[in-house]
């Protein structure tokens, strides 16, 4: 359960988030860990996703009355931020973690329905990163025909689908021995994160702290991140950069009223 910091939209919707399977199974159990690890960090995607849905629509374009470029020019580098950050979490699931359950596993070809999923929204989420990331303030629109809109409908459900799935998938490694999957797990993880870059802490980085509720069906610890990350990325990293008002949490986890959803549009 989320704790919705007003009775207006959140980012909870349109796309429904997961229950993460530890708060009905046994964490104990290597493939309930996996599942549950993979549904906190899919939640953050959603949230994210959401966030853009419920807030670009009333982000004022050039022919409004209100219109003010800056919060355009945020809005789109927000969403460029989102995309990137999709793009490295699967670009780490191809790369390292589905290669070594599969090498762990002994079965070729266990991770291929998650892969051939990825190919159904990549076109999509292309044309989003470039479209965020070379549209002019004044060029940016959300629901004309070729705005931003007409992009994210290409891909959302895809992507959404793909997210939930996933989640089964691991539930599904039940008959795997537990302690060879959790080492096999941590080793993809430790690589995953030495491939993380400098540039990453001022857009990937601002955009998972500011979509991970730590309130979420009573409190979980993520991203497993060192206790002085927020402080560097909100005084440093992020400092002086409006994108980040399109977070649906503030740097510790706490869910904020979404910035652009009027007040009482519930």
């Not at 419920?54 to 995309?83: C, M, N, R």
């Not at 998972?208 to 005084?235: N, Q």
Request: with cysteine; hydrophobic share 35%.
């Amino acid at each position: 359960m989320t704790t919705k910091p007003s009775d207006a939209p959140w980012a909870d919707e349109p796309f429904h988030l997961i229950s993460t399977p530890s708060t009905s199974l046994n964490a104990s159990h290597s493939h309930v860990y996996c599942a549950s690890e993979m549904a906190h960090a899919h939640n953050v995607i959603i949230r994210g996703l959401n966030a853009i849905i419920q807030q670009a629509p009333h982000v004022a374009v050039s022919i409004d009355k209100g219109y003010k470029a800056q919060d355009v020019k945020d809005l789109l580098f927000y969403t460029q931020s989102w995309a990137k950050m999709v793009h490295h979490h699967h670009w780490v699931e191809e790369s390292f973690i589905f290669p070594k359950i599969e090498e762990f596993s002994g079965r070729p070809g266990l991770m291929d329905d998650p892969k051939h999923q990825h190919e159904l929204f990549h076109g999509g989420m292309e044309r989003l990163l470039a479209y965020s990331a070379t549209t002019k303030p004044e060029e940016y629109r959300w629901d004309e025909p070729g705005g931003m809109k007409e992009i994210v409908d290409s891909f959302s459900k895809h992507l959404t689908d793909h997210l939930y799935a996933e989640i089964d998938v691991f539930l599904g490694m039940k008959d795997l021995d537990g302690v060879g999957l959790k080492k096999t797990w941590d080793q993809a993880e430790e690589i995953a994160k030495q491939t993380g870059s400098i540039g990453m802490l001022y857009d990937v980085f601002p955009c998972v702290l500011g979509c991970a509720d730590k309130t979420y069906e009573g409190g979980h610890p993520f991203p497993p991140l060192p206790w002085i990350m927020p402080y560097l990325v909100k005084y440093w990293f992020a400092a002086g950069n409006g994108s980040w008002r399109f977070n649906p949490c503030d740097w510790w986890g706490q869910p904020q009223p979404l910035a652009f959803v009027p007040r009482g549009s519930a």
